[in-house]
């Protein structure tokens, strides 16, 4: 299952540690963020099962960053 998220992550280097730390985290099979999207879209694919969102929005925001699920 993919989740979804706006965020506010502006940089590759805010980009490359949310990736790093969501993959610390979790069991993913991917994860992406669009830095150039109006909404900075964060897709995190789970491995074998559903991603738990509200879990990646509390790593985020434990982070500094703005998230949520984006409708």
Known sequence: ???????????DLDKL???SAI????????????IEDCDKVLRVVGQ???????EVIFLLQRMGY??????
């Open 66 to 71: 703005q998230c949520d699920i984006l409708d």
């Open 17 to 19: 540690k949310v990736i």
């Open 23 to 34: 993959h610390q985290e979790f069991r993913v099979q991917a994860c992406t963020v669009d």
């Open 48 to 54: 074998g099962g559903p991603v738990n969102e509200g």
């Open 1 to 11: 299952m993919i989740g979804i998220f706006k965020t506010n992550i502006n940089t």
